[in-house]
């Protein structure tokens, strides 16, 4: 593998060390003439090819990511971003700060979704580029192909199903529309995503689209990724809508906590029904 990495890069790969499993392969950690990368490899190199292509998107729009050094057949090399220890109050400003920036990047068209379909995690997103409505957006092309996986793996019921599919169909009923623009999402803003540099921080692993910004932060809500310090900084540019915790936080949390369903069952179904109990569905 270290030979195929030399030949690929055009460069002799120096050492190449196992570093962590991901979802779709193993993560290594590579040194090429006293650089130092992150080498992601995987048999669905579709993905790998994904993934470059939202961290070069990123990138364009001037939002910290670690930088693309090539994405070639099984491999996408990396640049390694050297963390840093900081005061987690620290730490959660600079969170704030980077998402204040993503979310005001919008795009032209005001329409949801993406470019081209993406991935979360292991699994694909699909987008469409002529869907205006954000609940429609929502209910058909993130809520119900994540219920339909989960169902045909036998992670949740028919049952559930059905609850699902008749809140996808209100959902307009419950959301206010009104003041809700498109916003570039990076998707997975958990904790391991999330890297603190002597800069500032920075994103890995995205999952992106363009949609409600308070959906990044329910997710946010959902893992505890940040804290109260993070909200009060982010609400000072982006104040939070009157219905958020009440209705959008539980709403916007189904999507995420499918995907937990279908990656890992058990306790992410009792918190499906939580966030249905919450709803009163």
């Not at 329910?218 to 940040?226: E, R, S």
Request: hydrophobic residues 40%; proline residues 3%.
């Amino acid at each position: 593998m270290q030979t195929k990495l030399s030949e690929a890069l055009g460069q002799k790969v120096e050492s190449l060390d196992f570093f962590q499993h991901g979802q779709i392969g193993d993560i290594y950690k590579a040194s090429v003439e006293g650089q130092s990368y992150v080498v992601k490899t995987s048999t669905q190199t579709d993905k790998l090819g994904i993934e470059a292509k939202m961290l070069g998107d990123l990138y364009d729009a001037k939002i910290r990511v670690p930088k693309v050094i090539m994405a070639k057949e099984s491999f996408l090399v990396l640049e390694a971003i050297e963390s840093v220890k900081q005061a987690k109050y620290t730490q959660e400003i600079e969170a704030a700060k980077l998402l204040h920036r993503l979310h005001s990047v919008t795009n032209e068209s005001r329409m949801y979704g993406y470019y081209y379909d993406t991935t979360i995690g292991p699994f694909p997103q699909h987008n469409e580029q002529t869907q205006y409505n954000w609940t429609l957006f929502l209910g058909q092309m993130r809520i119900m192909p994540m219920v339909r996986l989960c169902y045909d793996e036998g992670k949740i019921s028919k049952q559930m199903v059905d609850r699902l599919e008749g809140l996808c169909r209100d959902l307009y009923k419950r959301v206010d529309m009104s003041k809700i623009y498109p916003s570039l999402l990076h998707g997975d803003v958990w904790s391991g995503n999330v890297l603190f540099e002597s800069e500032g921080a920075c994103l890995i692993d995205p999952a992106i689209y363009y949609g409600d910004k308070e959906m990044e932060l329910a997710f946010i809500l959902l893992f505890d990724t940040f804290s109260e310090t993070f909200f009060n900084a982010y609400s000072e540019v982006h104040p939070l809508s009157e219905d958020f915790h009440e209705t959008k936080v539980p709403l916007y949390q189904i999507y995420p906590v499918l995907v937990h369903v279908a990656l890992y069952g058990g306790s992410y179904v009792g918190q499906l029904e939580q966030i249905f109990k919450r709803l009163k569905v």
